[in-house]
């Protein structure tokens, strides 16, 4: 049975965004097809953790003691990466984590190592300069790294100098991991929210562009949702009161039952990430899979990659608020044409993005690289 460490910042329950939600759809899905064995290590605020069940993987934690500029340290993670990585076969790196990067070599790491690459480091410029060279040469060090999309290579500089060693392998879901149809809770909603209402999922970070979505709210008044919290979240609130919007529905954070619910009714996902730091979208991905047409900025990422312009949907300019609001009004005074791109982002997740294509492209690099083949 192939044994595989996983190393990144944050994890379930501590975190939900799009990295854990990648990192736990791999695990599962390389359990249930390949009996892989997989366990993530994470650092958390509750504290040190012994081995925990997560469905078919387990997790562990170590104590977060500070942390700079959005990077948890722990002293306590650096023995027991060593500890841990003994036990393994692989090491699977999840980037960016600075403090990851210190641990491979502090560790003397010689297990086999994959990156996957989630992102550049897009807000902390003036940490970057003082961690690229730390950066460059755990990147050059590690065996081999994977991307999300081609759109992210072909515009990142970082993953340019290291291209013999890049491939390509695209996130994906498995709607079974989703709760099933609920009629009663969907009918619940649609009471609260209406019949047609736009739907964002996602942290409420810098990088979301949700301020372009408040602003286009104001410009068109269709009903707009948005499951989540997060760090903007009170400045998003502010400047909703100011333009007095009553179209713009803060639900928080939900269930899995209610958002597989809103996923599965809602007219459309609109993604209004401004900045690179969105390299993939996962909710664009969980809105295609349950046949939604998509609504997303052009930033040179796979937002892009997921969501083609007029065919799963529309892309906009990042922080236009009157183009944004354009693409909304298309879709909500044609509903014709809302439901053959929704079709077509179905088709095409059914094609690209399932959790069986990534599990299996994954499972062919960790038996290449156990082995010595790259």
Request: proline share 5%; with cysteine; hydrophobic share 40%.
């Amino acid at each position: 049975m192939l044994k595989v460490l996983h190393f990144y910042k944050t994890y379930y329950p501590d975190s939900y965004g799009g990295i854990e939600q990648f990192i736990f759809q791999l695990c599962e899905g390389a359990a249930s097809a390949y009996g892989i064995d997989s366990t993530v290590l994470s650092l958390s605020s509750r504290g040190y953790k012994g081995l925990l069940p997560l469905r078919q993987h387990h997790t562990a934690y170590s104590p977060i003691n500070f942390t700079v500029a959005s990077t948890p340290f722990s002293f306590s993670a650096i023995d027991r990466f060593r500890t841990m990585a003994l036990q393994v076969d692989l090491i699977h790196f999840h980037f960016p984590f600075p403090f990851m990067d210190m641990v491979h070599f502090l560790a003397n790491n010689i297990k086999p190592t994959l990156v996957t690459y989630h992102s550049d480091i897009v807000k902390q410029k003036f940490i970057l300069g003082i961690y690229t060279p730390l950066m460059q040469s755990f990147l050059a060090d590690v065996n081999h790294i994977v991307a999300s999309s081609p759109n992210y290579v072909a515009t990142s500089s970082v993953l340019q100098r290291y291209l013999s060693k890049v491939t390509v392998i695209p996130f994906g879901l498995d709607r079974v991991l989703y709760p099933s149809v609920d009629a009663g809770r969907e009918a619940q909603w649609r009471r609260r929210l209406g019949n047609r209402f736009f739907l964002f999922i996602g942290a409420f970070r810098y990088y979301k562009g949700l301020h372009t979505l408040i602003e286009a709210a104001y410009a068109v008044k269709y009903p707009i949702v948005l499951i989540g919290v997060g760090p903007m979240e009170v400045e998003l609130k502010k400047r909703c009161v100011e333009l007095n919007l009553r179209n713009v529905h803060f639900l928080g954070s939900l269930s899995d039952k209610d958002k597989a619910a809103l996923l599965n009714i809602c007219y459309s996902i609109v993604l209004p990430s401004h900045l690179r730091s969105e390299a993939f979208g996962i909710s664009l991905l969980e809105g295609a899979m349950y046949g939604n047409p998509l609504i997303s900025c052009e930033i040179g990422t796979g937002t892009s990659y997921v969501n083609l312009h007029r065919e799963t949907g529309i892309v906009v300019p990042p922080s236009h608020p009157s183009k944004l609001a354009d693409a909304m009004r298309q879709l909500w005074q044609d509903p014709q044409l809302a439901g053959r791109y929704g079709a077509r982002a179905l088709e095409r997740f059914k094609a690209l993005f399932t959790s069986t294509r990534m599990v299996n492209s994954y499972n062919e690099l960790y038996l290449s690289l156990v082995h010595g083949r790259c």
